[in-house]
């Protein structure tokens, strides 16, 4: 296929979330780069004042690049960005799987052959490394800070090199949108900002000039006229993911509670709310330090939790073997537990 971003079949009778095809079962052959060097991804607080969009496009473009993997079949073109200054690369993974070449090519035209640090299929995150210093590189933010409403632009090479540098805008749609991909699901950012065929691993943008997402997946329809149906990685996980990669060359496997949370919130009798635990999986974490069904979760690492999507956040800052104490409701009473976590069970949301 000629292009990063997405594959999609003409004939498909269904609506579906789509990116290239299989591209979770091909692996990276690219010539590699040594991890474990003590580079990171830091995430930078949001100032005070808005940008407006030409300095936006100023500021960020410079560290937008076109990621040019060479396939057995032929080319992949997604986008990537620069996020240290010695060359240090994100992108999608799709956008280099099967590939055993790849090059980057500058805003300013000038192209470096890349080489591979790591990545992860499942979360669809990839980091490459050119020889090179003194790169423009963009700053990170944190998409924990993002309402709906937000205004987001995107930068990318849609339909390949000849857009490259193409700015749209929009809102953020949705936050922490859980979209089932290739039967596994990826907690995202929603967003009307328009992306096409090339624009992968292109940089999703707040009002201070911050990368806040990675974009990666759009949605089609083969029996309606489906638009601004967009989606990206959100910073605040991307950074974990990365920073394991520049550590270990991979994802490291996140913790698992052991619970299945039903969607809905549940409001308690005093008003507080939570979220209920539908089902507890023997010999899980939650099953040793003794969560049962219809417990409500309130709070947990001292964080409340008042919808799903906030204790899978607080999940993904705690490690395997760590202790992540937790408030539970329970016939009238709130107890205190506290869960070492493993990596054995998935929690998902109820039917």
């Given at each position: 296929?000629?292009?990063?971003?997405?594959?999609?079949?003409?004939?498909?009778?269904?609506?579906?979330?789509?990116?290239?095809?299989?591209?979770?079962?091909?692996?990276?052959?690219?010539?590699?780069?040594?991890?474990?060097?003590?580079?990171?991804?830091?995430?930078?607080?949001?100032?005070?004042?808005?940008?407006s969009?030409?300095?936006?496009?100023?500021?960020?473009?410079?560290?937008?690049?076109?990621?040019?993997?060479?396939?057995?079949?032929?080319?992949?073109?997604?986008?990537?960005?620069?996020?240290?200054?010695?060359?240090?690369?994100?992108?999608?993974?799709?956008?280099?799987?099967?590939?055993?070449?790849?090059?980057?090519?500058?805003?300013?035209?000038?192209?470096?052959?890349?080489?591979?640090?790591?990545?992860?299929?499942?979360?669809?995150?990839?980091?490459?490394?050119?020889?090179?210093?003194?790169?423009?590189?963009?700053?990170?933010?944190?998409?924990?800070?993002l309402?709906?409403?937000?205004?987001?632009?995107?930068?990318?090479?849609?339909?390949?090199?000849?857009?490259?540098?193409?700015?749209?805008?929009?809102?953020?749609?949705?936050?922490?949108?859980?979209?089932?991909?290739?039967?596994?699901?990826?907690?995202?950012?929603?967003?009307?900002?328009?992306?096409?065929?090339?624009?992968?691993?292109?940089?999703?943008?707040?009002?201070?000039?911050?990368?806040?997402?990675?974009?990666?997946?759009?949605?089609m329809?083969?029996?309606?006229?489906?638009?601004?149906?967009?989606?990206?990685?959100?910073?605040?996980?991307?950074?974990?993911m990365?920073?394991?990669?520049?550590?270990?060359?991979?994802?490291?496997?996140?913790p698992?509670?052991?619970?299945?949370?039903?969607?809905?919130?549940?409001?308690?009798?005093?008003?507080?709310?939570?979220?209920?635990?539908?089902?507890?999986?023997?010999?899980?974490a939650?099953?040793?330090?003794g969560?049962?069904?219809g417990?409500?979760?309130?709070?947990?690492?001292?964080?409340?939790?008042?919808?799903?999507?906030?204790?899978?956040?607080?999940?993904?800052?705690?490690?395997?073997?760590?202790?992540?104490?937790?408030?539970?409701?329970?016939?009238?009473?709130?107890?205190?537990?506290?869960?070492?976590?493993?990596?054995?069970?998935?929690?998902?949301?109820?039917?």
């Amino acid at each position: 296929m000629n292009g990063g971003f997405f594959y999609f079949d003409p004939s498909s009778p269904k609506d579906e979330y789509l990116q290239n095809e299989d591209w979770d079962q091909e692996e990276v052959s690219i010539e590699t780069y040594p991890y474990g060097e003590g580079a990171v991804m830091e995430l930078t607080a949001a100032p005070s004042g808005a940008l407006s969009i030409q300095e936006i496009y100023r500021r960020v473009n410079p560290a937008v690049v076109t990621v040019i993997a060479q396939l057995d079949r032929g080319a992949s073109v997604g986008t990537g960005m620069i996020f240290r200054e010695n060359g240090y690369v994100l992108t999608n993974y799709h956008v280099v799987a099967g590939s055993h070449d790849c090059s980057v090519t500058l805003a300013s035209g000038r192209t470096y052959e890349a080489l591979y640090v790591g990545g992860d299929s499942g979360n669809d995150v990839a980091v490459l490394k050119l020889e090179a210093t003194g790169l423009p590189a963009a700053e990170m933010g944190d998409s924990d800070a993002l309402m709906v409403g937000d205004t987001v632009y995107a930068i990318g090479n849609p339909l390949g090199v000849e857009l490259r540098g193409t700015l749209t805008d929009g809102i953020v749609s949705a936050i922490n949108r859980d979209v089932d991909v290739s039967g596994r699901t990826m907690t995202l950012i929603q967003t009307n900002a328009a992306l096409n065929e090339g624009n992968s691993g292109g940089p999703l943008i707040n009002v201070y000039g911050q990368v806040v997402g990675v974009n990666t997946i759009k949605m089609m329809s083969f029996s309606s006229n489906v638009e601004g149906l967009g989606f990206a990685l959100p910073m605040r996980s991307v950074q974990k993911m990365v920073n394991d990669i520049l550590e270990s060359g991979e994802v490291l496997p996140e913790p698992r509670l052991g619970v299945t949370i039903f969607d809905m919130p549940k409001v308690l009798p005093d008003g507080t709310q939570g979220v209920e635990v539908q089902d507890v999986g023997i010999g899980s974490a939650a099953d040793r330090a003794g969560v049962k069904a219809g417990d409500v979760i309130v709070s947990a690492g001292g964080q409340a939790v008042t919808e799903r999507h906030m204790l899978l956040n607080v999940r993904r800052q705690f490690r395997i073997g760590d202790d992540l104490p937790m408030k539970l409701w329970r016939d009238g009473e709130y107890l205190e537990v506290v869960l070492r976590l493993d990596e054995a069970f998935e929690e998902l949301p109820a039917e």
